[in-house]
T-cell receptor, first 115, second 115 residues
């Protein structure tokens, strides 16, 4: 089974609108971390936001927030007030510290912000 | 803090040649990861090390690929002999171990073209 599933290969959003990028994960480990990365066309991988499995509140970083629903094993990224510079690939990832600290990445979602 | 350093940034070689990619992780990080990214296959984990020891190399495509981490500050990924299907962007990433928000920090990548 896939550890990380991103079901949206491509998404479009109007500038200044909010957008949600979906991510579901699969683990039996009670301790894990969830991450989102952004990869613009220039190619670098940029860390955006982190959510720990024991965190009670949803993580937020500026315009990014993580909608963490533990029972559903989902960790959706919400980008508010989209900007043209948000156009990029977005990857969801999970780390399992109790299984050798391995990271698992999803297949990514390509976001295009329309002016 | 220089971040993860990779060299070379670009490599063009001919089929059959040996290719060596280099990575210097962030000082103090004890986990190092090698990824390959292509349009067709997305981001693939090739191998990762904890404390210089290879933990999981199941992603290494075949015996032509080998990776070493002789010390905490240096790792190499070698392809011998190279083939056109090895053309990809190769990323090195490092992170701290243990629990918590220890995200992976990615290097800028090496774009490999095998003719």
């Amino acid at each position: 089974a896939q550890k990380i599933t991103q079901t949206q290969p491509g998404m479009f959003v109007q500038e200044k609108e909010a957008v949600t990028l979906d991510c579901t994960y699969d683990t039996s480990d009670p301790s894990y971390g969830l991450f989102w990365y952004k990869q613009p066309s220039s190619g670098e991988m940029i860390f955006l936001i982190y959510q720990g499995s024991y965190d009670q509140q949803n993580a937020t970083e500026g315009r990014y927030s993580l909608n963490f629903q533990k029972a559903r094993k989902s960790a959706n990224l919400v980008i508010s007030a989209s900007q043209l510079g948000d156009s990029a690939m977005y990857f969801c990832a999970m780390r399992e510290p109790n299984t050798g600290n391995q990271f698992y990445f999803g297949t990514g979602t390509s976001l295009t912000v329309i002016p | 803090d220089a971040g993860v350093i990779q060299s070379p940034r670009h490599e063009v070689t001919e089929m059959g040649q040996e290719v060596t990619l280099r990575c210097k992780p962030i000082s103090g990080h004890n986990s190092l990861f090698w990824y390959r990214q292509t349009m067709m296959r997305g981001l693939e984990l090739l191998i990762y090390f904890n404390n210089n020891v290879p933990i999981d190399d199941s992603g290494m495509p075949e015996d032509r690929f080998s990776a070493k981490m002789p010390n905490a500050s240096f790792s190499t990924l070698k392809i011998q002999p190279s083939e056109p299907r090895d053309s990809a962007v190769y990323f090195c990433a490092s992170s701290s171990g243990g629990s918590g928000s220890y995200e992976q920090f990615f290097g800028p990548g090496t774009r490999l073209t095998v003719l």
